[in-house]
């Protein structure tokens, strides 16, 4: 490790299977938390190259626990998080709004660091519990129709990093892998990224895969569609910029999106706008996001899909969801 970080000291970047190699040898626990924590804090100080990011996330698939999970035609709504914005739970939200309209959700998510409330702690909240079995993962997806694949039970490097980056509490190139290493493999993927730069990573990345994807990116600074302002997408081999009266929404306020103070706090925002007693911004955000997902799962204009959001929320079918995947998965 030491002639690598003295290698990245220097500005120099790693090849590809560098990158493969190091990320293999964390997730065997070769490197002790100093060497682990100076690694990580290197990608703070400058930008992660997509040969790097590339070959991170080759051993991280390559090692991780795979989800049966061919033939679902899954979607995941998964964001970087990192953006420091502080505000609810949007994607994980969403993911039971697509669910609700029959797109199956593999969701992969982890506790939040750099955040109050990350994706497992809200869910461990209201009593999910965490598993990498897959009967339970696949009643999930036939019952539910989401799953929940907490990233530390299918990824041994998240693991043995997972000290160092709650200690750390700021974002590491580990917030930049999550949504490319779903071991589900999902054929198709919602991504909200932090920064321009790394949404154009992510996308010389996905379209090197087959997959059907989506990358988001408000243009003041959230990981998702934040209704705040304009927002940048790309998919596939096409990319623009729109903004929410684009599509029908009006613009919000960022203090309109606060998570609150504690997990406890956004678990009622969650429970809320599921049981449509949230606020018109908390509603719009979600369905905006939803339906940009349901629209990428099922090929389908952005408008259609946002009206198969709107639907799946106010008709009752995202919270029916809901419940049911706690009911298989507490």
Known sequence: MKEVLNKLFKYQSLEKSEAKDILSNLASGKYNNSQMAAFLTVYLMRNITVEEL???????LELCVRVPAKGYNAIDLCGTGGDGKDTFNISTISSFVVAGSDQVVAKHGNYGVSSVCGSSNVLEYFGCKFTNEPDTIQRSFDEAKISFLHAPLFHPAMKNVAPVRKELGV???????????NPAFPENQLVGVFNLE????YGYIYQETDKNFIIL?????????SLTGNFKYIINRKEGVMS?????FDRVQPQDLAGGETVKDSAGIFTDILEN??????NNAVLINAGLAIATGKSIPFPEGIAQARESLESGRALKRFKKFLEINK
Not at 54 to 60: I, V, Y
Not at 198 to 201: C, E, N, S
């Open 54 to 60: 590339s070959g991170f996330r080759d051993a991280m």
């Open 171 to 181: 974002k590491t190139f580990f917030n930049m892998l999550g949504p490319m290493v």
């Open 198 to 201: 790394l949404a154009r990573l």
């Open 217 to 225: 990116h408000s243009l003041d600074g959230y990981d998702e569609v």
């Open 244 to 248: 929410p009266e684009d599509l029908g």
């Open 277 to 282: 007693r949230g606020t018109a911004a908390q």
